[in-house]
């Protein structure tokens, strides 16, 4: 569970020179129980730093001037409260009596919300979070709803992708170098330890941390001493892509002599999961060692990973599921009684980190991290050596194909029923594999032959070394500075493995595409064994280098924050294999440099304690990833033609109000994107003005695109009673292109035919078409009760609109329509290339969530059961994600497949699983 910051209570604080009353404000914080909360974070409204809970959980504010005051009192895994007081002028002291946390009652608690998923500080940590009034103020309830309820529904708030967030564990970045998205899988499983984070900030505000992106800023601080000192024991047991769940932690807290230790480990496992024919096994584990040395000076070390195993689904047409249903999976088959998954992920990344935390003086901290990440990202599919695909949904294995041909409808009929009825035909046949390959392992004399049908993994090896330095300061009672540096170095090992000869001899490696030349023409007759490398191999490196300075100044009714970062990086391809079509991809290629700047601003106004005015602000470039500076890194060392840094504007304007009765957030916000790069690869029948080129594998560049994304957000949260409270959160969005981009693509056949395997196929007429992968409207509205006895129940309506289909935008280009000679094909007419080119709109879709829990006290134990229901109405006609296959790129093929009532090459989709449940028990101690 991701604990958002708010945008509220640091914009309330004043500088406390400005008070000089004698007035001790003073309370103690504790738990259920009465036991002491030590460490608890105490935020006064009126004053630029916050106060920690001692350890009989005793805090106080000295030299408070008479008036009415707000503060926030927060604690990992408790409740945060929000009091409010008055003191008198003739008052010496203030005694606010007890204030009792209740332990967090979350029915979100412990499940893993990204994939399928340390508010304290301590001496040492930041002395002055600029953010922590509005951590402490609750999470955004806009954040909160769309994180735990639309993102079950692939919502992207604001449309911003993956490729935008940043996630750093004690500074150092998570986001991968070849596409600058975050792999979650990484620490799969670890929730007990990445369920509150140090700092997290949403969208463009800008970070203590890092410069950030457009996605926001997450940041983990792993000091082993920031947990709660507890054991916790977890089981789990859900129908998403797993079943079981087991997790347990402990944390010993800070001992006398300085040490700390937090230990966490977990799996999560099916012998199959919700759609047919996948499993997974994954585990997870989590160790940091801290040792304090003195008051100023601390060490910790920390290692984690998340060793993976799991089966994918496919994408179908919708004549497939039409056949087969909304759970049906091409990708599986049966193998002596047990169904083998032919494409398999195995990851294991694992991360090691050593940082070193340095108090100098009063107000300045220093803190350093060092990392090292390895490991192997593995993803195996089958392969084929001048056979036929044995997918069982190719084409010509369907009844669309029979119609298609004017074959007899007994045959059609035949077909269907045998898709229907006889899964050697739906599914993987692996014994007619397995006997071809025996078949075909010696010729007529005798001599060995490689096999036909192989399993290849295609394999990233990344060895990546990080290091990460971080410094702030006050420079007055309410001025602060940060100050951050980081480097990194990636080596990434990219090749195919064959993984199973599936009872052959040898493969080999020779492209039977390219009339069987060789891979590598430095060995031309090798034969590939298990754990041999074929096809492609070559090695990705990159240095990068990075700045960020932020300063923050609270004034009484301004709070401002102003943020500028440079970085420079240096990326190149080495080359293992000198390629058929390309003889120089073998070694070295030319350098790309790159260089970045940006800068970001947060200006906050308070209307008065309860109303804040907040503006967002930023503008900056952002590098090509490697997958897009390397056109086709698999064969060749050539970088894309015309590839450019992203150049980011994006603003946001929101009215707050923090009651507490009313909470309300209202935003609006504008972005560009300009200059992306978007590459795609898929099969295409392209017909040239020049030449006629037949069928190739191509990969496709869109250069210069342009985007915007524009919308309003509203989040909004009553306290109908003391134990009954509502939400309604709505967010309408605008994302689309805006320019009509110039396609390139690059394939074999080209290369081939002209020695380039560039081509110019002209401008894309995308203009207007909407960003595809998630709704572009959403909404919500939920009750929740909290009883005073530890147990909860609410539910959700959720309502989400304009979600796209992802394009290809090949065919969107005059090739679409021009024949050889140049000529418009006949027929062409402009609703003639309507009924081809227009972007298909899925239907709106409704969706009901429910949740309930409660947690019980034994003693010193604590146990808490907690339910959640997703998509209660069992609603198959969500798609959650799709794409058009770009396979017809002449207009003759193309209009004669869109007027099927069953296209041969229609779009592949993702329909939502349904009813989902996730049930969780937990016992801490």
Same mark, same amino acid.
């Given at each position: 569970?991701?604990?958002?910051?708010?945008?509220?209570? =640091?914009?309330?604080?004043?500088?406390?020179?400005?008070?000089?009353?004698?007035?001790?404000?003073?309370?103690?914080?504790?738990?259920?129980?009465?036991?002491?909360?030590?460490?608890?974070?105490?935020?006064?409204?009126?004053?630029?730093?916050?106060?920690?809970?001692?350890?009989?959980?005793?805090?106080?504010?000295?030299?408070?001037?008479?008036?009415?005051?707000?503060?926030?009192?927060?604690?990992?895994?408790?409740?945060?409260?929000?009091?409010?007081?008055?003191?008198?002028?003739?008052?010496?002291?203030?005694?606010?009596?007890?204030?009792?946390?209740?332990?967090?009652?979350?029915?979100?608690?412990?499940?893993?919300?990204?994939?399928?998923?340390?508010?304290?500080?301590?001496?040492?940590? &930041?002395?002055? +979070?600029?953010?922590?009034?509005?951590?402490?103020?609750? @999470?955004?309830?806009?954040?909160?709803?769309?994180?735990?309820?639309?993102?079950?529904?692939?919502?992207?708030?604001?449309?911003?992708?993956?490729?935008?967030?940043?996630?750093?564990?004690?500074?150092?970045?998570?986001?991968?170098?070849?596409?600058?998205?975050? !792999?979650? #899988?990484?620490?799969?499983?670890?929730?007990?330890?990445?369920?509150?984070?140090?700092?997290?900030?949403?969208?463009?505000?800008?970070?203590?941390?890092?410069?950030?992106?457009?996605?926001?800023?997450?940041?983990?601080?792993?000091?082993?001493?920031?947990?709660?000192?507890?054991?916790?024991?977890?089981?789990?047991?859900?129908?998403?892509?797993?079943?079981?769940?087991?997790?347990?932690?402990? &944390?010993?807290?800070?001992?006398?002599?300085?040490?700390?230790?937090?230990? *966490?480990?977990?799996?999560?496992?099916? !012998?199959?999961?919700?759609? %047919?024919?996948?499993?997974?096994?994954?585990?997870?584990?989590?160790?940091?060692?801290?040792?304090?040395?003195?008051?100023?000076?601390?060490?910790?070390?920390?290692?984690?990973?998340?060793?993976?195993?799991?089966?994918?689904?496919?994408?179908?047409?919708?004549?497939?599921?039409?056949?087969?249903?909304?759970?049906?999976?091409?990708?599986?088959?049966?193998?002596?009684?047990?169904?083998?998954?032919?494409?398999?992920?195995?990851?294991?990344?694992?991360?090691?980190?050593?940082?070193?935390?340095?108090?100098?003086?009063?107000?300045?901290?220093?803190?350093?991290?060092? #990392?090292?990440?390895? $490991? @192997?990202? $593995?993803? &195996?599919?089958?392969?084929?050596?001048?056979?036929?695909?044995?997918?069982?949904?190719?084409?010509?294995? =369907?009844?669309?194909?029979?119609?298609?041909?004017?074959?007899?409808?007994?045959?059609?009929?035949?077909?269907?029923?045998?898709?229907?009825?006889?899964?050697?035909?739906?599914?993987?046949?692996?014994? /007619?594999?397995?006997?071809?390959?025996?078949?075909? @392992?010696? !010729?007529?004399?005798?001599?060995?032959?490689?096999?036909?049908?192989?399993?290849?993994?295609?394999?990233?090896?990344?060895?990546?070394?990080?290091?990460?330095?971080?410094?702030?300061t006050k420079l007055a009672s309410n001025w602060k500075l940060n100050l951050n540096f980081s480097y990194q170095n990636l080596k990434s090992d990219n090749f195919r493995e064959m993984k199973d000869l599936l009872g052959g001899l040898y493969?080999?490696?020779?492209?039977?595409?390219?009339?069987?030349?060789?891979?590598?023409?430095?060995?031309?007759?090798?034969?590939?064994?298990?754990?041999?490398?074929?096809?492609?191999?070559?090695?990705?490196?990159?240095?990068?280098?990075?700045?960020?300075?932020?300063?923050?100044?609270?004034?009484?009714?301004?709070?401002?924050?102003?943020?500028?970062?440079?970085?420079?990086?240096?990326?190149?391809?080495?080359?293992?294999?000198?390629?058929?079509?390309?003889?120089? *991809?073998?070694?070295?290629?030319?350098?790309?440099?790159?260089?970045?700047?940006?800068?970001?601003?947060?200006?906050?106004?308070?209307?008065?304690?309860?109303?804040?005015?907040?503006?967002?602000?930023?503008?900056?470039?952002?590098?090509?990833?490697?997958?897009?500076?390397?056109?086709?890194?698999?064969?060749?060392?050539?970088?894309?033609?015309?590839?450019?840094?992203?150049?980011?504007?994006?603003?946001?304007?929101?009215?707050?109000?923090?009651?507490?009765?009313?909470?309300?957030?209202? *935003? $609006?916000?504008?972005?560009?994107?300009?200059?992306?790069?978007?590459?795609?690869?898929?099969?295409?029948?392209?017909?040239?003005?020049?030449? !006629?080129?037949?069928?190739?594998?191509?990969?496709?560049?869109?250069?210069?695109?342009? %985007?915007?994304?524009? $919308?309003?957000?509203?989040?909004?949260?009553?306290?109908?009673?003391?134990?009954?409270?509502?939400?309604?959160?709505?967010?309408?969005?605008?994302?689309?292109?805006?320019?009509?981009?110039?396609?390139?693509?690059?394939?074999?056949?080209?290369?081939? /035919?002209?020695?380039?395997?560039?081509?110019?196929?002209?401008?894309?007429?995308?203009?207007?078409?909407?960003?595809?992968?998630?709704?572009?409207?959403?909404?919500?509205?939920?009750?929740?009760?909290?009883?005073?006895?530890?147990?909860?129940?609410?539910?959700?309506?959720?309502?989400?609109q304009d979600q796209y289909l992802d394009f290809s935008a090949l065919n969107k280009t005059p090739t679409l329509y021009t024949d050889p000679t140049g000529h418009l094909y006949p027929g062409v007419t402009p609703e003639n290339l309507a009924?081809?080119?227009?972007?298909?709109?899925?239907?709106? +879709?409704?969706?009901?969530?429910?949740?309930?829990?409660?947690?019980?006290?034994?003693?010193?134990?604590?146990?808490?059961?907690?339910?959640?229901?997703?998509?209660?109405?069992?609603?198959?006609?969500?798609?959650?994600?799709?794409?058009?296959?770009?396979?017809?790129?002449?207009?003759?093929?193309?209009?004669?497949?869109?007027?099927?009532?069953?296209?041969?090459?229609?779009?592949?989709?993702?329909?939502?699983?349904?009813?989902?449940?996730?049930?969780?028990?937990?016992? @801490?101690?």
């Amino acid at each position: 569970m991701i604990k958002k910051l708010s945008l509220i209570s =640091l914009f309330t604080l004043l500088p406390a020179s400005f008070y000089f009353a004698q007035t001790t404000v003073y309370a103690y914080v504790k738990d259920g129980e009465g036991k002491p909360i030590e460490n608890a974070t105490i935020g006064l409204g009126q004053s630029a730093d916050d106060v920690k809970a001692d350890k009989i959980g005793y805090f106080q504010f000295v030299d408070v001037k008479p008036g009415h005051y707000q503060i926030t009192v927060s604690r990992q895994s408790f409740e945060t409260k929000l009091i409010e007081f008055d003191v008198a002028a003739d008052e010496k002291r203030k005694d606010l009596g007890v204030i009792s946390l209740g332990v967090t009652a979350n029915p979100n608690a412990g499940v893993m919300v990204i994939d399928d998923s340390a508010n304290d500080s301590s001496e040492g940590g &930041s002395s002055m +979070q600029p953010t922590v009034g509005l951590l402490s103020s609750g @999470r955004d309830t806009f954040q909160n709803v769309t994180a735990f309820e639309l993102g079950a529904y692939w919502f992207r708030p604001r449309g911003v992708e993956n490729r935008y967030e940043d996630v750093l564990f004690n500074g150092i970045s998570m986001s991968k170098g070849d596409d600058g998205k975050v !792999d979650f #899988s990484n620490w799969g499983g670890l929730n007990d330890v990445t369920r509150y984070p140090y700092e997290s900030v949403d969208n463009i505000t800008p970070s203590e941390y890092s410069f950030g992106n457009l996605g926001g800023v997450v940041y983990y601080n792993t000091r082993a001493s920031s947990y709660r000192k507890q054991t916790s024991l977890a089981y789990s047991f859900t129908n998403r892509s797993y079943f079981h769940r087991a997790m347990a932690t402990y &944390s010993s807290g800070l001992s006398k002599k300085g040490w700390a230790f937090t230990f *966490s480990a977990s799996r999560r496992w099916a !012998d199959e999961g919700v759609i %047919k024919g996948t499993y997974q096994d994954a585990y997870g584990y989590f160790g940091a060692i801290e040792k304090q040395f003195s008051s100023r000076h601390a060490i910790n070390i920390t290692a984690f990973g998340a060793p993976t195993y799991r089966a994918s689904n496919s994408p179908n047409t919708q004549e497939v599921y039409d056949l087969m249903g909304k759970d049906y999976n091409s990708y599986w088959g049966w193998q002596d009684g047990e169904k083998r998954n032919s494409r398999i992920r195995k990851v294991f990344e694992p991360v090691f980190m050593i940082t070193d935390y340095l108090k100098i003086g009063k107000s300045s901290n220093w803190n350093n991290t060092l #990392s090292y990440q390895f $490991g @192997r990202d $593995g993803r &195996s599919r089958l392969d084929w050596f001048h056979a036929a695909d044995p997918n069982p949904t190719y084409y010509r294995n =369907l009844p669309s194909y029979l119609m298609s041909v004017g074959a007899s409808q007994s045959d059609i009929d035949a077909n269907t029923n045998a898709w229907q009825n006889d899964q050697n035909v739906s599914q993987i046949n692996w014994n /007619n594999l397995y006997n071809a390959n025996y078949v075909n @392992r010696y !010729d007529m004399a005798g001599k060995e032959q490689a096999a036909i049908y192989t399993i290849v993994e295609d394999v990233n090896k990344d060895k990546t070394i990080n290091f990460v330095s971080h410094f702030d300061t006050k420079l007055a009672s309410n001025w602060k500075l940060n100050l951050n540096f980081s480097y990194q170095n990636l080596k990434s090992d990219n090749f195919r493995e064959m993984k199973d000869l599936l009872g052959g001899l040898y493969g080999t490696n020779l492209n039977a595409f390219g009339n069987d030349q060789p891979y590598d023409l430095d060995n031309p007759n090798a034969k590939i064994k298990v754990g041999d490398r074929t096809q492609y191999s070559y090695d990705l490196l990159r240095n990068q280098y990075s700045f960020n300075a932020s300063t923050e100044i609270d004034l009484p009714k301004w709070n401002v924050v102003g943020s500028i970062f440079t970085s420079f990086a240096d990326s190149q391809r080495d080359g293992k294999f000198r390629h058929h079509y390309y003889p120089g *991809s073998k070694g070295k290629s030319d350098i790309y440099n790159s260089f970045d700047a940006g800068i970001k601003g947060k200006v906050t106004y308070k209307i008065n304690g309860k109303n804040f005015i907040v503006y967002n602000g930023a503008f900056f470039s952002l590098a090509p990833t490697l997958n897009e500076i390397f056109i086709n890194p698999r064969v060749s060392n050539m970088i894309t033609p015309n590839v450019e840094n992203q150049i980011i504007n994006s603003n946001d304007l929101s009215y707050v109000l923090r009651g507490q009765t009313l909470k309300i957030r209202l *935003s $609006g916000y504008y972005t560009t994107i300009n200059n992306a790069t978007e590459i795609s690869r898929y099969y295409a029948d392209i017909s040239s003005s020049v030449v !006629d080129q037949g069928n190739a594998l191509v990969a496709e560049i869109l250069s210069g695109v342009n %985007k915007s994304y524009k $919308g309003l957000e509203l989040g909004a949260e009553v306290k109908i009673t003391p134990t009954l409270s509502a939400t309604a959160v709505g967010s309408y969005g605008d994302y689309r292109i805006t320019n009509n981009p110039r396609v390139l693509t690059a394939d074999d056949t080209t290369v081939k /035919n002209y020695g380039n395997p560039i081509r110019d196929f002209g401008i894309a007429n995308i203009k207007d078409y909407k960003i595809a992968g998630t709704p572009q409207k959403a909404y919500s509205v939920g009750l929740r009760y909290n009883s005073p006895k530890y147990w909860w129940i609410g539910a959700t309506a959720n309502y989400l609109q304009d979600q796209y289909l992802d394009f290809s935008a090949l065919n969107k280009t005059p090739t679409l329509y021009t024949d050889p000679t140049g000529h418009l094909y006949p027929g062409v007419t402009p609703e003639n290339l309507a009924l081809i080119t227009d972007q298909k709109k899925f239907d709106d +879709q409704f969706m009901l969530n429910a949740n309930a829990g409660k947690s019980f006290m034994f003693g010193k134990y604590r146990m808490g059961l907690s339910l959640s229901v997703n998509n209660i109405l069992n609603n198959r006609n969500y798609v959650t994600g799709g794409f058009e296959q770009g396979r017809s790129v002449n207009f003759p093929e193309a209009f004669a497949d869109a007027q099927r009532d069953k296209p041969l090459f229609g779009p592949k989709l993702w329909y939502d699983r349904g009813t989902t449940f996730f049930a969780n028990v937990y016992l @801490r101690f």
